[in-house]
């Protein structure tokens, strides 16, 4: 197999057992680990310094932040984003990404193109500051509306370079899609994908045990433009540690990483 290009990652809420006591601990196992790269889901108190100069001490790259938004106004969500941009400007980001957007159990057009202007306007906010804004995807968005998955009505919309499409491949996978599928169509648009894998019976599991089909991914991964393969785990069977450890031996075993 060809050396990969892509950097392999972590987003924080994996670890989230581990962050909310010792963060800047966490972030040196991860580093001791192998990892190339690391998202965040919140900062825990440190200042935007502070954690420069610790991912620049750890050799970590820090490509993106997790930064959710207060749908209950556009103002709000403007208050809130500003102070998130002005930290992510600081600790040099390139990515901030909204991980969720609220939709009812079984939504309308109404309750799809609601969400639109918000994710607008933050595109906006993050675009001004000179870096890119994208969207994570669970499996809800996979729901149809209108005879189109709400996730395809969204990229549509949006243009492309106002907003990525950071496709979590296992939620794919539990909304019923292929992920190489949605990966080829908005190729392009997707430099960071989440690797997280389910079992038979749609259960999480440790990456490599379950019915995900990462590897149609990877050979299609440089054609695409993904830059991050970012791991994410929020069951495990024995502790998020070792499950983060297991992560990157499944990379490791595929060639897909040195060292």
Known sequence: ???????????????RDQTEHDFLGTLAKVAEMGYQAVEFAGYFGVSAAELRRKLDELGLAAPS????????????????????????VELGLQYIIT???????????EDVTRV????????????????????????????E??????????????????????FDLGWVYRGGARPVDYVSRYAG??????????????E???????????????????????????????AYEVSSLASAKLALDYFRGLGLMKG
């Open 1 to 15: 197999m060809t050396e990969a290009a892509q950097q392999i990652g972590i987003q924080m809420y994996t670890l």
């Open 65 to 88: 932040a997790h930064v959710g938004l207060d749908f209950s106004s556009l103002d709000k969500m403007e208050q809130a984003l500003a102070k998130e941009i002005e930290y992510a």
């Open 99 to 109: 991980p969720s957007a609220p939709l009812p159990p079984n939504p309308t057009m």
């Open 116 to 143: 639109i202007p918000f994710l607008e306007k933050a595109s906006e906010m993050v675009r001004a500051a000179g870096m890119q804004y994208g969207y994570h995807n669970h499996d809800y968005e996979f729901a």
């Open 145 to 166: 509306v209108d005879g189109k998955a709400v996730i395809d009505i969204w990229l549509e919309q949006i243009p492309a370079e106002h907003m990525l499409a950071e």
């Open 189 to 202: 648009r997707v430099q960071l994908v989440h690797i997280k894998d389910f079992g038979a019976d749609h």
């Open 204 to 234: 999480e599991t440790d990456l490599g045990k379950g019915q995900v089909d990462f590897q149609s991914v990877f050979e299609i991964a440089e054609q695409s433009g993904i830059l991050y393969y970012i791991v994410e785990q929020e």
